[in-house]
């Protein structure tokens, strides 16, 4: 950032610099010219045409300089058929005539005369009582104006230094003082990693108050998936104690039924293991990115799959076609498969799907119907048990609902089981968050 600033800095002041050079020097060169054009002027206006038609001054020129050899200042007055009259300064040099097309004053720089710049101005006029025309040269040496001229840079280039550098140094005491509280952010989060606080609390300018509201909103999200998984693994190992205690107990004792004892107690292994992987997975999912999924295209791919499974049950759906939720896909269709595959195993042939979306809501509710025997009221909570079945006639781990409700619960959804009234079975109301 400080180079940047230096470096436009730097190039608008030699930008500037160079265009107010020209203009300082236009301005001083201009004013020494008005020096020259009014010696000129005063030459042309006293001068006249003598006996045998040379030019003579009818008063004599009032700087004395043209009177002094070599002095700098010096004039030349120069006729077609007459003999060039100079000024005594110029001792027996001659200054150059210029061919020039236009009427009025000229000027311009000659070094004609080795070691002696001049600025020359000269003009040709007719004078009265003659048909010449004269041309009327007055030339200065050029070490007044050069002098006034570099004077004029070296003051303009030493300013223009220091204004420089001293923008410099203010972008430089801005971008130090702008990022300084980054640097406090910086200390909290090493002081953070060596345990002394868990969170930045430092007072901060309001410019970066959401980059620590969003770092310590990350902190609180990896903490809470920490803690999360030190559930998971706890529940699991409690989960999976209680069974690994029979097998090794029946093993030990040789028991007659160790066979069935074993498939049992794997059986109740394997379920509670799917059970929190599933959500594990969908925490890590959660926590992955800002999820979002299309509800009706993975509704449509569970119901082919369903479809396949049971050929004789009518799958029908309608509501909101545009409807998105803050859940990955896979989370999304695991949730509806298990939903709509309940329906279709235990109802009586007949489910039907409605997606309900509210603009002024911000959840967006799934509603799986079946025209089964439903589940009393009182059997509702439990059914949500891990491992608990109500109709053990077919096949299952009784963990489906269990998944729904904990995966549903980890994005911020919910499940509730109500009675429906179109079909007379159970309705299935899964809540979830919109995206």
Same mark, same amino acid.
């Given at each position: 950032?400080?180079?940047?600033?230096?470096?436009?800095?730097?190039?608008?002041?030699?930008?500037?610099?160079?265009?107010?050079?020209?203009?300082?020097?236009?301005?001083?060169?201009?004013?020494?010219?008005?020096?020259?054009?009014?010696?000129?002027?005063?030459?042309?206006?006293?001068?006249?045409?003598?006996?045998?038609?040379?030019?003579?001054?009818?008063?004599?020129?009032?700087?004395?300089?043209?009177?002094?050899?070599?002095?700098?200042?010096?004039?030349?007055?120069?006729?077609?058929?007459?003999?060039?009259?100079?000024?005594?300064?110029?001792?027996?040099?001659?200054?150059?005539?210029?061919?020039?097309?236009?009427?009025?004053?000229?000027?311009?720089?000659?070094?004609?005369?080795?070691?002696?710049?001049?600025?020359?101005?000269?003009?040709?006029?007719?004078?009265?009582?003659?048909?010449?025309?004269?041309?009327?040269?007055?030339?200065?040496?050029?070490?007044?104006?050069?002098?006034?001229?570099?004077?004029?840079?070296?003051?303009?280039?030493?300013?223009?230094?220091?204004?420089?550098?001293?923008?410099?140094?203010?972008?430089?005491?801005?971008?130090?003082?702008?990022?300084?509280?980054?640097?406090?952010?910086?200390?909290?989060?090493?002081?953070?990693?060596?345990?002394?606080?868990?969170?930045?609390?430092?007072?901060?300018?309001?410019?970066?108050?959401?980059?620590?509201?969003?770092?310590?909103?990350?902190?609180?999200?990896?903490?809470?998936?920490?803690?999360?998984?030190?559930?998971?693994?706890?529940?699991?190992?409690?989960?999976?104690?209680?069974?690994?205690?029979?097998?090794?107990?029946?093993?030990?004792?040789?028991?007659?039924?160790?066979?069935?004892?074993?498939?049992?107690?794997?059986?109740?292994?394997?379920?509670?293991?799917?059970?929190?992987?599933?959500?594990?997975?969908?925490?890590?999912?959660?926590?992955?990115?800002?999820?979002?999924?299309?509800?009706?295209?993975?509704?449509?791919?569970?119901?082919?799959?369903?479809?396949?499974?049971?050929?004789? =049950? !009518?799958?029908? &759906?309608?509501?909101?076609?545009?409807?998105?939720?803050?859940? $990955?896909?896979? @989370? /999304?269709?695991? *949730? #509806?498969?298990?939903?709509?595959?309940?329906?279709?195993?235990?109802?009586?042939?007949?489910?039907?799907?409605?997606?309900?979306?509210?603009?002024?809501?911000?959840?967006?509710?799934?509603?799986?119907?079946?025209?089964?025997?439903?589940?009393?009221?009182?059997?509702?909570?439990?059914?949500?048990?891990?491992?608990?079945?109500?109709?053990?006639?077919?096949?299952?781990?009784?963990?489906?609902?269990?998944? =729904? !409700?904990?995966? &549903?619960?980890?994005?911020?959804?919910?499940?509730?089981?109500? $009675?429906?009234? @179109? /079909?007379?079975? *159970? #309705?299935?109301?899964?809540?979830?968050?919109?995206?």
């Amino acid at each position: 950032m400080i180079g940047m600033a230096a470096l436009w800095i730097g190039i608008l002041l030699i930008g500037g610099g160079v265009a107010l050079d020209r203009i300082l020097v236009s301005a001083v060169t201009r004013s020494f010219d008005d020096g020259l054009n009014y010696v000129l002027t005063a030459m042309i206006s006293s001068a006249e045409i003598g006996p045998e038609g040379e030019v003579l001054f009818n008063r004599p020129l009032a700087d004395q300089r043209f009177l002094e050899p070599a002095s700098g200042l010096y004039y030349q007055i120069s006729g077609k058929g007459h003999e060039d009259w100079r000024s005594r300064s110029l001792w027996d040099r001659a200054l150059r005539v210029q061919p020039h097309d236009t009427a009025g004053f000229t000027a311009h720089d000659s070094s004609e005369f080795p070691g002696e710049p001049l600025r020359v101005m000269q003009q040709e006029v007719i004078l009265p009582g003659s048909n010449t025309r004269w041309i009327f040269i007055v030339a200065q040496a050029r070490s007044a104006l050069d002098a006034q001229i570099k004077a004029l840079r070296t003051t303009l280039s030493w300013s223009f230094v220091l204004l420089g550098l001293g923008l410099v140094i203010l972008a430089a005491l801005q971008v130090f003082y702008g990022l300084r509280p980054l640097r406090k952010i910086r200390r909290e989060i090493v002081r953070m990693r060596e345990g002394e606080k868990t969170r930045v609390t430092a007072a901060l300018p309001r410019e970066v108050q959401p980059l620590v509201e969003e770092l310590n909103g990350l902190l609180d999200h990896v903490e809470q998936q920490a803690e999360e998984a030190r559930t998971h693994a706890g529940n699991l190992a409690h989960a999976l104690k209680t069974p690994l205690t029979v097998v090794m107990n029946a093993a030990t004792a040789q028991a007659s039924d160790l066979g069935p004892t074993v498939m049992r107690e794997t059986a109740t292994m394997r379920r509670q293991i799917d059970h929190h992987l599933a959500r594990a997975r969908a925490v890590g999912r959660r926590g992955a990115a800002q999820a979002r999924a299309q509800v009706w295209p993975s509704l449509e791919a569970v119901e082919r799959a369903v479809s396949r499974l049971y050929p004789d =049950v !009518r799958l029908d &759906a309608d509501g909101d076609h545009n409807a998105a939720v803050r859940v $990955e896909r896979q @989370d /999304l269709e695991d *949730l #509806l498969g298990n939903l709509v595959e309940n329906a279709a195993k235990y109802g009586g042939g007949s489910v039907f799907v409605t997606i309900q979306s509210w603009a002024a809501d911000a959840m967006i509710d799934i509603l799986v119907e079946d025209d089964g025997t439903g589940i009393p009221e009182a059997e509702r909570e439990r059914i949500f048990d891990r491992g608990a079945r109500l109709d053990t006639s077919k096949p299952g781990t009784g963990l489906g609902l269990a998944i =729904v !409700r904990d995966v &549903a619960e980890i994005y911020g959804g919910s499940v509730a089981l109500e $009675e429906s009234e @179109d /079909l007379g079975g *159970l #309705l299935v109301r899964l809540c979830l968050p919109k995206a």
